[in-house]
């Protein structure tokens, strides 16, 4: 599956714990991508333990778009390398976000370390990080890759009207309307489905074939 991504890392950019910053990420444009993995450049310090947590937060409100718990901070490695969390349902985002890593155990020298570049690699994007509230540092980036898949199509297209005056519409699936099934002159309506079987007639009178939807 196709890639989104960041991945210069040379420079550990800020440590997750209790008591101090607890996200980390960064802030870009997804637009109408399936994303179903996140990946990020972390390790942990010391002994910190706790949940480990991959989200994409809104960045007009900071809610949730999707979130995976990657497991216990005590099971990062102490060196850094790429960690991946795959979402168990994954949604199309279409906006601005805020990708990251998030961890809210530990203590000091106990923590949950993230990694990016400290200068402005990728145009229109930028690094973040989160105590009481979101804030930009600096022109960094944090070090991610993102996986996503193709948009599964929502609407078909099928002519309504009566035989003489029919025009081409596009229609949600599962939506009220309905398209013609079956053999002249005994055709019946019947509402369409994204996986169903039913062929509906193309093209224009007299030299209609019938194609799938």
């Given at each position: ?91 199309t985002v279409n906006e601005e976000v805020r990708i990251s890593a998030e961890f809210s155990g530990g203590s000091s020298g106990n923590e949950v370390q993230v990694a990016g570049a400290t200068s402005d690699v990728k145009g ?90």
């Amino acid at each position: 599956m196709p890639t989104e991504e960041q991945t210069q890392n040379s420079v550990g950019l800020c440590n997750l714990r209790s008591g101090s910053y607890t996200r980390a990420g960064q802030r870009l444009t997804i637009s109408d991508r399936l994303v179903t993995k996140l990946a990020f450049y972390i390790k942990r310090t010391g002994t910190a333990t706790g949940p480990v947590t991959f989200t994409i937060r809104r960045v007009s409100d900071d809610g949730i778009v999707n979130s995976k718990g990657w497991g216990d901070a005590g099971d990062l490695p102490t060196d850094f390398a790429w960690q991946e969390a795959t979402f168990d349902t994954p949604l199309t985002v279409n906006e601005e976000v805020r990708i990251s890593a998030e961890f809210s155990g530990g203590s000091s020298g106990n923590e949950v370390q993230v990694a990016g570049a400290t200068s402005d690699v990728k145009g229109g994007e930028h690094f973040e990080w989160y105590k009481s509230g979101w804030a930009k540092p600096a022109e960094w980036d944090f070090a991610y890759i993102y996986t996503y898949g193709e948009v599964a199509e929502t609407t078909y297209n099928t002519k309504v009207g009566s035989p003489t005056h029919w025009g081409w519409k596009k229609c949600g699936y599962g939506g009220a309307e309905k398209c013609p099934v079956g053999a002249e002159p005994s055709w019946a309506w019947q509402a369409p489905t994204s996986e169903g079987p039913s062929k509906t007639p193309q093209g224009g009178p007299p030299s209609f074939i019938w194609g799938s939807e």
